[in-house]
């Protein structure tokens, strides 16, 4: 740290004396331009010294500080967002780190807004382009950007044009940027001639010349490049005819010179033209090389730099900005000075002298503390006093001048007149003089350069004198530094705990109120109520919400089993390694909220190996979750759907399985419930391929002494009872249309709806009616099955399900009829497979004894057997039937 002080201080002091030596020898313009340039560089050789010093009070302010940073503060001013300040016009530029009036979005000017590229380069947009930006002078009202050639082309081996490349002609017009004369055009190539039409703006001082062009010459394949220069051969350029110029044309023609053999010139090399900075070399692939041959000089050009004017205010100049028909568009600010254009064309802000900033926002340029940071020029260090944008020296009592190194500087007081003349020194070191020592403790008491200093011994503080503070005191800085660190870290981590504990408590309070919101309360009353009634106590189970966050991950991605209209299906994982599926509905009806508390009580209660068991629901959120076991092997529709295949006899036993689950809800619970909702995305498959009934969300209880309930429709297109969904009348025969549907995509393999087909095959509760009723049912049959099942079953379970999609509801069969179907022909099915099974084995029995009697004559073969066997296979088909 002592040697970084060091380095900083050494550095301040030789800019300080390059500095005076470098202002007392220019003109009085070129000294405040070198006077401002010196107290930048300085500021920033003192500012290093500065941070190094304060390193320590800012370690024990830091924390602090990081608290105060949550506390929400508004903008420092009313203009522009200040950049940080820079200690000269130039400097290595990002998108983060450019001067004004460059700027990222709302802190530039209009026109000069910037983008950060890939690597956070400064980009300035212009048109469809995006160029980088090396440099800026704000003195000098330039812009350098890297840009593509305007034109290139290349040749292959033969000599012909291979590839044509260049970006289009930039056009700047409507922005504040012009083609600066510090550019020339530069055409390399061999035997073309190259023209650019220029167009200039109202505020172009130069003049008007409509077309430059420049010409390219080769003789022969053994041409070289003397030096990199650019004097005609296979290279020509010439500058820039003009300020304030905003978009050009140009267009290309051949110069060849019939006597110059240039055969195999062109063959792998480019032509290209662009506008380079004249400070640029045009070749730059060459190395330290003297002569360069034409194959390695003419190469693909890539991006150059070129050079752009910019201004304020268009074509006012500072006097048309400052009147007052323009007053309210001046951009300068009320300490920065105006200067006209180098270009010509508008105006540029620069803060005044004794400022740094801004000088395009409000309050953007700040005093610089020239006292503070020693770019002053007083004798007397002490006795220098800032002033806005300025500084004042003094000299110390005795003592007469103006003050200043560059001025009279201090002097003695002269000698009273009569009075003996004394030695110059004499007096002026009144630390030897006990009377006149201005000190408390005289041995701390020391002369420097004819002022009396007094210091205090350690451990105290003050300035030392007799008519000043004196010397009191003070608190070891270690000591101090230690007991404010750890009341900081004390203080940190108290509000830290505080904040935990509120926000902690916020949370528990909010999950208490949704809790009684969602019928919590009254859901627990149930519970104990049927407990105490010696009822069957429910399995069901009132989770936390923190509970089923940790179970899914927080609701991870990785956790959805699916999504659908009404809400989102998660898998979790409890602590007992048992597996859930948890419903995050998107909708709840809060006045609903007894009528949801009546129908969990009920669904708790249900307990069929064919219906999916609620195990639990969680009222501490907005929406309330349902909890159910999981079921691992998808929903019927995955399989029916995909290119998986059931056996005949796994549909029929799905089907009366999903039957019986609903005959169940509609009659043998304790309170009849309609599904609402029946599909085959609702009917899940378990790890034997068991059907059970799921989703339970639109499901509604009817009361034992009402036949049906009026409600709001619900369900799913192809599915949805017509009669239901006319009438708002919700029945159990509503839950046998939505059944009649799910048996015909069993049968046919198809949606309930369909996008694009024909239009009878579109809705499947029509499309097996008419196919039915038009004996074409079994070409819609997969071979397969057909062959499996055979007519007769095909048409019966079709037969079925048009029964059940009959348009009055009085007209279909309940669910315990259904089932009872399912069931008959699951056993007629049965006793088909083993009659077919067994007749097999007859056949190769048969077989077998007729070789027997071939064989052996004196066998005597009946079939006697045969008849016994018909006998027993007919008693073991009955005791065989799939249950």
């Known amino acids: 740290m002592k040697n970084s002080c060091t380095f900083a201080a050494r550095t301040h002091t030789r800019l300080a004396r390059a500095c005076v030596h470098a202002t007392s020898k220019n003109s009085i313009g070129d000294r405040q331009e070198i006077d401002m340039r010196c107290r930048r560089a300085s500021m920033s050789a003192t500012a290093a010294a500065a941070a190094v010093r304060q390193l320590l009070g800012r370690m024990a302010l830091a924390l602090g500080l990081a608290l105060l940073t949550a506390m929400p503060h508004g903008p420092l001013s009313g203009g522009l967002a200040l950049l940080p300040l820079t200690p000269l016009a130039r400097m290595n530029l990002t998108c983060n780190w450019i001067p004004p009036p460059f700027g990222l979005r709302n802190q530039s000017l209009p026109g000069f807004e910037v983008t950060c590229g890939p690597n956070m380069e400064a980009m300035l947009p212009i048109g469809e382009g995006s160029y980088r930006i090396d440099d800026v002078s704000t003195t000098g009202g330039t812009v350098t950007i890297s840009a593509a050639p305007i034109y290139q082309v290349c040749y292959d081996r033969s000599g012909r044009p291979n590839r044509s490349t260049g970006a289009r002609p930039m056009n700047l017009k409507g922005t504040p940027f012009f083609f600066s004369t510090r550019n020339k055009l530069v055409a390399t190539g061999c035997n073309y001639r190259f023209f650019v039409n220029f167009s200039s703006s109202s505020g172009g001082k130069g003049p008007v010349v409509p077309i430059m062009s420049c010409g390219t010459r080769c003789y022969g394949s053994s041409d070289v490049i003397i030096n990199g220069s650019c004097v005609g051969t296979a290279c020509c350029n010439v500058n820039m005819p003009m300020d304030g110029g905003q978009e050009f044309t140009y267009k290309i023609e051949n110069d060849t010179i019939p006597s110059a053999n240039v055969t195999g010139v062109e063959a792998g090399a480019c032509s290209a033209a662009f506008f380079l900075d004249q400070g640029e070399k045009v070749f730059t692939n060459g190395g330290d090389r003297a002569r360069m041959p034409l194959k390695d000089a003419l190469v693909p050009v890539g991006e150059r730099n070129m050079v752009l004017d910019w201004a304020i205010g268009n074509v006012m100049t500072c006097k048309q900005a400052q009147s007052n028909s323009f007053a309210p568009q001046y951009m300068c600010n009320n300490v920065s000075s105006c200067t006209d254009a180098p270009s010509g064309t508008g105006y540029l802000c620069r803060c005044n002298g004794g400022y740094v900033g801004n000088p395009y926002a409000t309050d953007g340029c700040l005093d610089i503390n020239e006292c503070r940071d020693g770019s002053h020029n007083c004798t007397f260090p002490r006795l220098c006093q800032n002033t806005p944008g300025s500084y004042n020296c003094s000299c110390p009592e005795n003592m007469f001048g103006d003050g200043y190194t560059t001025g009279t ?427 077919t099974r067994r007749g097999d084995s007859i056949q190769e029995s048969n077989e077998q004894e007729s070789i027997e009697c071939e064989a052996i004559p004196s066998l005597q073969c009946s079939d006697e057997s045969t008849q016994q066997f018909s006998i027993e296979a007919e008693m073991l088909a009955s005791s065989h039937i799939a249950r």
């Open 409 to 835: 500087g201090c002097n003695e007081s002269p000698v009273p007149s009569g009075s003996p003349t004394k030695n110059p020194t004499q007096g002026l070191n009144a630390c030897t003089d006990p009377e006149k020592n201005p000190c408390i403790h005289p041995k701390y008491c020391r002369n420097e350069e004819a002022v009396t200093l007094c210091d205090c011994p350690e451990g105290m503080n003050g300035d030392g004198r007799k008519n000043g503070s004196g010397c009191k005191k003070q608190f070891p800085l270690d000591i101090a530094l230690g007991v404010g660190l750890a009341v900081m870290v004390t203080l940190a981590t108290t509000l830290l705990c505080y904040y935990w504990a509120m926000k902690k408590r916020k949370v528990a309070r909010k999950r208490a109120d949704l809790f009684r919101k969602n019928g919590g309360l009254l859901l627990q009353q149930r519970f104990s109520v049927m407990t105490s009634q010696g009822e069957e106590d429910s399995s069901a189970k009132i989770f936390s919400a923190q509970e089923l966050k940790n179970a899914t991950d927080n609701y991870s991605e990785s956790r959805i089993l699916g999504r659908g209209g009404n809400g989102t299906v998660y898998k979790g994982v409890l602590p007992n390694k048992s597996v859930i599926a948890i419903k995050k509905s998107i909708l709840f009806d809060e006045s609903q909220v007894e009528q949801f508390v009546n129908e969990i009580t009920i669904l708790s209660q249900v307990d069929h190996p064919n219906v999916v068991k609620l195990m639990g629901c969680c009222l501490e959120t907005k929406v309330p979750l349902l909890v159910y076991e999981f079921i691992p092997n998808g929903t019927l529709f995955q399989h029916i759907h995909s290119k998986r295949s059931f056996t005949w006899e796994d549909c029929l036993r799905m089907a009366e399985e999903t039957a019986r689950a609903l005959a169940y809800l509609h009659s043998t619970s304790s309170t009849p419930i309609i599904h609402r909702d029946i599909k085959s995305s609702n009917i899940l498959l378990d790890e034997n391929f068991v059907a059970k009934i799921s989703d339970f969300g639109a499901s509604r209880s009817v009361p034992l002494d009402r036949t049906h309930v009026t409600t709001l429709i619900q369900g799913t297109i192809g599915y949805l009872d017509p009669e239901y969904f006319q009438t708002s009348q919700l029945t159990e025969k509503s839950d046998v249309y939505s059944f009649g549907v799910v048996l015909a995509e069993l049968l046919t393999r198809k949606k309930p709806i369909c996008v694009g087909g024909p239009e009878e095959s579109c809705n499947l509760s029509m499309y097996i009616v008419i196919l039915l009723d038009e004996g074409r049912l079994l070409h819609e049959i997969e071979p397969h099955i057909l062959a499996e099942a055979g007519e007769e079953q095909v048409y019966a379970v079709a037969r079925l399900s048009v029964r059940c999609l009959n348009l009055k509801g009085e007209e279909r069969p309940v669910m315990e009829e259904v089932a009872s179907v399912l069931r008959g022909l699951r056993e007629s099915f049965a006793k088909k497979q083993t009659f």
